[in-house]
């Protein structure tokens, strides 16, 4: 389980920051050059998106790192990226396997109750 967990939230985290880059790069790029007629718009909340862009990856890779020693911890934070990803980018195309394994090692985290065996 602990192995299961430590490689859904590095392969979560991993295309989390994928995500972050693109929607810290997009809100940066209009706030720089402008919205562009109908085709490109600020977002709303752009702190929001810059801080989920970083936070995100930065705890589902924290978590994913910690699942081996401190499942309970690692569980959390993988749960929290989850949570980030979703609430700043919602569930599309592109965020759905982040979220999806992200939440699912932070499930398999906290469900692992001893070491695994080799």
Do not use: K
């Not at 050059?33 to 702190?47: F, H, K, S, T, Y």
């Not at 989920?52 to 910690?66: Q, V």
């Amino acid at each position: 389980m602990r192995n299961a967990a430590l490689t859904l939230g590095l392969i979560g985290g991993l295309w989390a920051m994928v995500i972050g880059f693109f929607g810290y790069g997009y809100t940066e790029f209009i706030e720089r050059n402008g919205e562009i007629g109908d085709l490109a718009r600020q977002v709303d909340n752009p702190m929001l998106i810059r801080i989920a862009s970083f936070m995100a990856p930065l705890l589902a890779i924290a978590g994913a790192a910690m699942a081996r020693s401190q499942n309970v911890a690692a569980g959390v934070l993988m749960l929290a990226a989850s949570g980030a990803i979703l609430f700043a980018f919602g569930f599309g195309v592109f965020t759905m396997f982040p979220i999806a394994m992200c939440g699912l090692g932070g499930v398999f985290a906290l469900m692992a109750r001893q070491p695994d065996t080799h």
